[in-house]
């Protein structure tokens, strides 16, 4: 069983930059492919960007140029950076990890974190 925690969210103006955490425990970190969901509220749970075992990175159109993701598997976590944050990025913001092939689909990850709240104002 693998458990997710998420830190690092907050409040930011538009412009500025923020990084999130998540921590994993359980398993094997290494071999996981970790992704980066959100969810803002009325909407449906998008896809932000992931990394696969052997460093393969995709991004979601929306972030691409903006966000990074980088994972440290001797502390088993991942980061997820994020610059020249909008408005639109307000959301909650999720890390999965996937023991499998990981991409943009969440139905790859069969682990979730709580998710940490992103609100960019404006």
């Known amino acids: 069983q693998v458990q997710l925690v998420e830190s690092g969210g907050g409040l930011v103006q538009a412009g500025g930059s923020l990084t999130l955490s998540c921590g994993a425990s359980?398993?094997?970190?290494?071999?996981?492919?970790l992704g980066w969901f959100r969810q803002a509220p009325g909407k449906e749970r998008e896809f932000v960007i992931a990394?696969?075992?052997?460093?393969?990175?995709y991004y979601g159109d929306s972030v691409k140029g903006r966000f990074t993701i980088s994972r440290e598997n001797a502390k088993n976590t991942v980061y997820l950076l994020m610059n020249s944050l909008k408005p639109e990025d307000t959301a909650v913001y999720y890390c999965?990890?996937?023991?499998?092939?990981?991409?943009?689909?969440?139905?790859?990850?069969?682990?979730w974190g709580q998710g940490t709240q992103v609100t960019v104002s404006s």
């Open positions: 990394m696969r075992w052997n460093g393969q990175t």
């Open positions: 999965a990890a996937a023991l499998l092939r990981g991409t943009q689909h969440s139905a790859d990850y069969a682990y």
């Open positions: 359980g398993g094997t970190f290494s071999r996981y492919d």
